[in-house]
C-alpha cells in the first residue's frame, strides 16, 4: 500500500474519531441456485456452489475530527461498501472498526429513507433516530424542507418511493446535514441534484467543514473532492491502495491503469 506525508497511516491518536483494523467483508458472487426437487429429495441440502469474494479486505486507516476524506476508485473498487461499514449498514467478516460519535450518512441517494412512508414521516422518524427532540424536529423542519426546495414541500405528504431522484436526494442531503451528529457520509450524490442544488450543497458542505465535522465524500468528480477533501484514500480492488493527501491520491489514481 501506498502511503504519502501528512496522515500516517496506522499512527493511532486517542482523538480519532474513525479507526479500521485490517477491516475486511466477503460477499457472496451469486444468488445461490435453488435446489431441484431431486436434489431436495436425494440430498436434503443445497450444493450450489457459494463463491464468494471478498468486497474490502485489510482495511487499516485511522481519520481524526475534522477531517474530509475523499474516497476515490474505479467502480466497483469497494467505496460504498467503506461508507456502509463506518456507518454500521454492514458489518464485517475481519477486523473492526470504531466509530468515536454519531454517524449521518447519506449513501445510495437517501439517508435510508423508507419508501412507503410519506416524506414528512421519513424526516420526523430519521431525526428522532438520530437524537433530536420532538421539539428540536418541529424547530428545523421548515429549515430541512426550504433547503430541498419547492418540489419536495409540494410533495412533503407523499410516499416517498414517489419522489424523482433528485427530490429524493434533495430530502436525503437536507436533512442528513441538518443532524447534530459529527461524522457526514455523502456518498456520490452531489452528482443526482441540479446545477442551483449543487451550489447549495457545496455551501453547506464547507459551513459543516467549518464547525469541524468530519466528513468523507464519494465522488467521481475530482474538482469535488480537491475542493473539500484535503485527505484521500484510493481504493482498488477491495483493497486499500494508497492513503494520503487529496491531490497525491488523484494523482496517483489518474496514472495508474484501473
Ligand atoms: N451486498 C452485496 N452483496 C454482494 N456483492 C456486493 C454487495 N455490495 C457490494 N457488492 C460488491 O462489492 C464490490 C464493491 O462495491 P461498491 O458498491 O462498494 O463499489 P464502489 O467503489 O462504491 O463502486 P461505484 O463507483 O460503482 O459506486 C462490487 O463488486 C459490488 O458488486
Known amino acids: 500500500m501506498g502511503s504519502f506525508a501528512g496522515q500516517e497511516p496506522g499512527a493511532s491518536s486517542t482523538r480519532d474519531v474513525i479507526t479500521a483494523d485490517g477491516l475486511g467483508i466477503e460477499f457472496y458472487r451469486s444468488r445461490r441456485r435453488k435446489l431441484s426437487l431431486r436434489e431436495m429429495v436425494l440430498r436434503r441440502e443445497n450444493t450450489a456452489p457459494k463463491e464468494t469474494f471478498w468486497g474490502l479486505k485489510d482495511i487499516s486507516f485511522r481519520v481524526g475530527p475534522g477531517e474530509a476524506v475523499g474516497l476515490v476508485g474505479s467502480n466497483g473498487g469497494g467505496k460504498s461498501t467503506l461508507l456502509k461499514m463506518i456507518a454500521g449498514v454492514l458489518l464485517p467478516d475481519e477486523g473492526t472498526v470504531k466509530v468515536n460519535g454519531g454517524v449521518a450518512p447519506l449513501i ?11 416524506a414528512r414521516d421519513n424526516v420526523m422518524l430519521t431525526a428522532g433516530l ?25 410533495g412533503i405528504d407523499m410516499p416517498f418511493r414517489h419522489f424523482s431522484s433528485g427530490m429524493q436526494v434533495r430530502l436525503g442531503f437536507a436533512l442528513i446535514t441538518t443532524l447534530d451528529e459529527p461524522i457526514v457520509l455523502v456518498d456520490e450524490v452531489l452528482a443526482v441534484g441540479d446545477k442551483d442544488f449543487r451550489e447549495k450543497c457545496y455551501q453547506r458542505m464547507e459551513s459543516l467543514l467549518a464547525e469541524g465535522r468530519t ?17 484521500g484514500l484510493y481504493l482498488k480492488g477491495g483493497r486499500l491502495e494508497a492513503d494520503g493527501s487529496m491531490d497525491e491520491i488523484l494523482e496517483l489514481y489518474n496514472a495508474k491503469p484501473a
Open 108 to 118: 445510495e441517494l437517501t439517508g435510508g429513507f423508507l419508501g412507503e412512508l410519506s
Open 130 to 154: 438520530h437524537g433530536l427532540s420532538k421539539q428540536e424536529i418541529t424547530e428545523r423542519f421548515d429549515e430541512i424542507v426550504d433547503f430541498a426546495g419547492p418540489q419536495v414541500r409540494a
Open 215 to 231: 466528513l468523507f465524500l464519494v465522488s467521481h468528480s475530482e474538482p469535488d473532492l480537491r475542493r473539500f477533501c484535503t485527505r
